[in-house]
């Protein structure tokens, strides 16, 4: 007997069955799986083709049950005369009872919005659309890949009368890293004879794929070469196999990438710009209370059938492990409670007991240091962390209430027909008893406004009320927002849509609207009362039903109140860093040190420009701000002048801490989190008590320091040439490898920088002299001659000597040219060499003969072509350099020289197609001497 026909069987004998013994008849595909043996998709797959064929009937509702249509019966299934079901399109009538995502935990919360994309990725004709996976390590990211895979088999099952499956294959990109030739082989097969040993054609993971789906995990771990190879199969649907050099074959694949790793940094933008859908899965923290306390029972429920034994899991267990701030989020939380398990079954083995006891002295003692800070929770939530939670092999883990009951925390009726009832028992008059009535409303709201600050009201279901009145309460918000003067959050948007669904229930059924305190409404609160009466059209259409007098008052409490002004103001603490997971690494190692989660992190590829970084930031700072304004804790270059710019831009107090440690990380978070101050006060106490901290940490590393010696690196306008002229010296002395390279900018105070290397500061390089007196300063310009090397060889090899300079300017600049010319793909990366080496020797000369008079010296001729070479190459990547806080203290004081300088610098960027900022300018005007010395204003350079 064929499958099919062992699924008609099985839903004929149970319809049978059903109907005799007087019950609904209907079974579902995932009981004909189970009972049959097979698998869920081909089930489903079977019970729709016999459906189709007029064998079956289903009902329309969710769960989809099937049934005979030879022994239903009209008064206990549906009428199949009552749908067409051939005019229908399969995918669009049974677009509800798709399974594949419905065991995914935080389906219909959390994770609803990334469900949603997938599914719109998997249905999008002919064959999906290609998905990039995104979240950190254990977040479930290969459990969504499987999930898109089922979907689409279910939809194919719906819409096809064939019997094949969709391939779903796996290839993790991580094994052929570093080897592109394999990497061609294994996905895309290759040819007879293509290289030595190919005896054969062998099919790749493509072909293997084909009309399916290929999961590309770690898709990070491919190298630029192997994320071009797959460019044509993305863009055309085509591939060649290794070996083949003219026939192109095709394949219908849906490809599906997962990565840990920051896309901007690990993927090429040419290749990012191919795959349309990017869904990024939140991190275990950042899920709802109630889906951390399903995903722990879930995982102790697969324990539980693997051991065939009932587990309890205590109150206090499940407590810390629902605040368990997991650093591998989803993956760590299962292996910690097998672990748990594990233990705990040693234990019941010695015992007579009859279930097996997770208790809290089986948990690892490094948990409890990642255990975040209590939240406050519904009394159902409180309930079972009070009494813990029994895992049967075949049951139900957690009681019904918590997964699908939401306790309100406002009901206005319920509270006043209570009120209403206890005090007529005390034989109050009217007037006292609403007196007394409205008086306890007032403390009513006051409580409300309290409950709404709980954490676990973001995790409320939105199905719970009705789209409509989602609308209609957004829509009074939206208009009394500008006539109240105050703006309205989330938390005031809930409550007031709560409270209109249990009105509109109320009305429908007839039930008395009585508001005890309307005439004071009215008479106190007249501005809010005459909002919602203008409102009244919109909200009546919106409910369905009129709104009396009564109610409006009711309502107009919720614009008068509000629900989001109470909150606790803190400092927003946020970490900057460059790199892949610098700043992640340390804002993690403070969360779970201080309980919390209030320490952000931001990372910044090194190839991410400047404008992109100074647009996130601004986001980043308004989500992080809480009232108090927010503490940047950054680590080096341009970073650490944008304190103005990003005050000015977000409107919010902003103060930036530079020399960001994982020390400085924790102590900011201490002080924000457990003191009450203000954001300058938080600012100087971090600042002295991590001096304090670091003092002796400074001492101890000069006695280490010793002879090893230290080179400072002088820029005016970043770390960027700094860098170049390390990479010039470790070029020509290469045992200078060894050695401290500390970097000094506009800025920096140099001074206590030389402080603290003391005496193992052996010179200062750059483009700006530091005047430290007994430590020599080698210009840049004078390691582009074998007599400025050879002084800069003694110094590193000896220690500061005294030499005279000697015939180390001797060069004309003619020769300074060819030495500049010899040395500037060094520093040009985006531009041609040979336009920036014309567009920098007639750049020198017109400011020469247009600002100086005709005399230039040689350093200065240097550092004019140094600079302009790394500015318009820095300009044409896209990064040019933020307004500097001295920009128009530097404008007014030398305006002549600014106005001829931005018309030098303007027509020379004309010839390469670059256009020059007045940031720029600035910087490149700070580098040049000043022609009025005595006319100056002071500022720092």
Same mark, same amino acid.
Request: with cysteine.
């Given at each position: ?110 994770? %609803? +919005? =990334?469900?949603? #994309?997938?599914? $719109? ?5 002919? *064959?999906? &659309?290609? @998905? ?117 074959? %095709? +394949? =219908?694949?849906? #490809?599906?990438? $997962? ?5 901007? *940094?690990? &993927?090429? @933008? ?456 390390k990479e010039i010296l470790l070029s020509h002395f290469p045992d200078a490898g060894t050695m401290n390279f500390i970097t000094a900018g506009a800025m920096s105070d140099v001074r206590s920088i030389a402080a603290e290397w003391g005496g193992s500061l052996r010179m200062a390089v750059g483009s700006m002299d530091p005047n430290l007196g007994t430590v020599p300063f080698i210009h840049v310009s004078e390691l582009f001659t074998p007599e400025g090397l ?137 580098i040049l001497p000043d022609r009025h010395p005595a006319d100056k204003n002071q500022h720092n350079n």
């Amino acid at each position: 007997m064929v499958r099919i026909d062992r699924v008609r069987e099985y839903v004929e004998s149970h319809t049978s069955e059903t109907v005799t013994a007087g019950k609904r008849p209907g079974v579902s595909a995932a009981e004909v799986a189970l009972n049959l043996r097979i698998h869920r998709n081909d089930a489903s797959a079977d019970l729709n083709k016999l459906f189709r064929s007029g064998y079956i009937e289903k009902s329309g509702t969710k769960p989809v049950l099937y049934f005979s249509a030879r022994r239903g019966q009209a008064d206990t299934v549906p009428d199949p005369s009552k749908a067409n079901h051939s005019e229908i399109p399969e995918n669009k009538q049974n677009a509800d009872e798709r399974a594949a995502f419905s065991g995914i935990i935080g389906s219909e919360g959390s994770l %609803k +919005a =990334q469900i949603e #994309l997938a599914k $719109a990725a998997v249905v999008y004709p002919p *064959s999906g &659309l290609h @998905t990039l996976l995104c979240g950190e390590s254990g977040v479930g990211k290969s459990l969504m890949a499987e999930a898109m895979w089922r979907y689409a088999a279910e939809i194919r099952a719906s819409q096809s009368q064939s019997d094949a499956k969709i391939p779903f294959v796996t290839f993790c990109c991580a094994d052929y890293a570093d080897n592109s030739q394999l990497l061609l082989s294994q996905l895309f097969g290759y040819v007879k004879g293509a290289f030595t040993g190919a005896d054969e054609d062998r099919e790749g993971f493509v072909d293997r794929a084909r009309g399916g789906i290929l999961f590309l995990d770690e898709i990070h771990r491919l190298p630029p070469a192997g994320q071009e190879i797959l460019f044509m199969l993305v863009d055309k649907g085509t591939y060649r196999r290794l070996g083949e050099t003219r026939e192109e074959r %095709k +394949a =219908q694949v849906m #490809l599906i990438g $997962a990565t840990s790793e920051d896309l901007a *940094s690990s &993927l090429l @933008t040419t290749f990012r710009r191919r795959i349309p859908v990017q869904i990024m899965l939140p991190r275990i923290s950042e899920r709802p209370l109630k889906e951390r306390i399903a995903l722990i029972a879930h995982f102790v429920k697969q324990e539980a059938i693997r051991l065939g034994l009932p587990i309890w899991i205590s109150g206090e267990a499940l407590q810390t492990f629902s605040y368990y701030n997991c650093p591998a989020n989803i993956g760590e939380l299962r292996n910690d409670l097998q672990l748990c398990c594990a233990k705990s079954y040693l234990a019941y083995l010695a015992s007579s007991s009859d279930k097996l006891i997770v208790a809290v002295d089986v948990i690892p003692q490094r948990i409890f240091s990642m255990v975040r800070d209590k939240e406050t929770t519904e009394n159902s939530t409180n309930r079972i962390f009070k009494e813990g939670i029994l895992v049967q092999p075949g049951g139900q883990p957690l009681p019904q209430a918590l997964l699908n009951d939401y306790e309100l925390p406002i009901d206005l009726y319920g509270f006043i027909d209570k009120k209403m009832e206890a005090y007529r028992q005390t034989r109050l008059s009217d007037a006292e008893l609403e007196r007394q009535v409205g008086k306890d409303l007032e403390k009513y709201f006051d409580a409300a406004v309290h409950a709404f600050l709980k954490p676990d009201i973001h995790g409320m279901p939105l199905s719970i009320v009705q789209q409509n009145i989602w609308e209609a309460a957004n829509l009074l918000l939206n208009n009394a927002s500008d006539k109240m003067s105050r703006k309205y959050g989330r938390k005031t948007l809930v409550a007031l849509a709560l409270h209109l669904q249990q009105f509109k229930e109320r009305a429908a059924s007839g039930r008395i609207i009585y508001n005890p305190n309307l005439k004071s409404i009215q008479a106190e609160q007249a501005k809010a009362y005459s909002i919602v009466t203008e409102n009244i059209p919109d909200l009546t259409q919106k409910l369905g039903v009129d709104v009396p007098p009564d109610e409006i008052g009711f309502i107009a409490m919720f614009l008068v109140h509000g629900f989001d002004d109470a909150v606790k103001q803190r400092i927003g603490l946020i970490v900057v860093a460059h790199g892949r997971g610098t700043a992640q690494s340390m804002a993690e190692v403070a969360n779970n040190l201080l309980g919390t989660d209030h320490v952000k992190a931001y990372d910044i590829p090194l190839n991410k420009s400047n404008a992109k970084t100074v647009e996130e930031l601004q986001e980043l700072v308004l989500s992080a701000n809480e009232g108090k304004g927010v503490i940047l804790l950054v680590d080096m270059g341009f970073l650490v002048t944008m304190e103005s710019m990003l005050t000015q831009t977000t409107n919010v107090p902003l103060r930036i801490i530079p020399n960001v440690t994982t020390a400085l990380v924790l102590e900011a978070g201490r002080r924000v989190l457990t003191t009450e101050e203000c954001l300058e006060q938080a600012v100087d106490t971090i600042y002295d008590l991590y001096d304090e901290y670091t003092l002796t940490l400074r001492r101890r590393r000069h006695s280490l320091v010793g002879t090893k010696g230290t080179v400072l690196l002088t820029c005016s306008s970043g770390a960027g040439v700094a860098e170049k002229i390390k990479e010039i010296l470790l070029s020509h002395f290469p045992d200078a490898g060894t050695m401290n390279f500390i970097t000094a900018g506009a800025m920096s105070d140099v001074r206590s920088i030389a402080a603290e290397w003391g005496g193992s500061l052996r010179m200062a390089v750059g483009s700006m002299d530091p005047n430290l007196g007994t430590v020599p300063f080698i210009h840049v310009s004078e390691l582009f001659t074998p007599e400025g090397l050879r002084y800069a060889g003694v110094l590193l090899a000896q220690g500061a000597i005294s030499e005279s300079q000697g015939d180390r300017n001797q060069y004309s600049e003619k020769e300074v040219f060819m030495l500049l010319a010899g040395q500037l793909n060094k520093f040009v990366k985006t531009l041609p060499l040979d336009k920036i080496k014309l567009c920098c020797e007639k750049l020198v000369e017109e400011i020469r003969d247009g600002l100086f008079e005709g005399h230039l010296s040689k350093d200065t001729v240097v550092r004019i072509y140094l600079h302009a070479a790394c500015m318009f190459d820095r300009i044409n990547a896209g990064d040019a350099l933020l307004p500097p806080e001295w920009g128009e203290q530097i404008q007014a004081d030398r305006r002549q020289e600014f106005q001829q300088l931005k018309r030098i610098l303007c027509e020379a960027g004309a010839g390469i197609m670059v256009e020059v900022p007045d940031s720029e300018i600035c910087y490149f005007l700070s580098i040049l001497p000043d022609r009025h010395p005595a006319d100056k204003n002071q500022h720092n350079n």
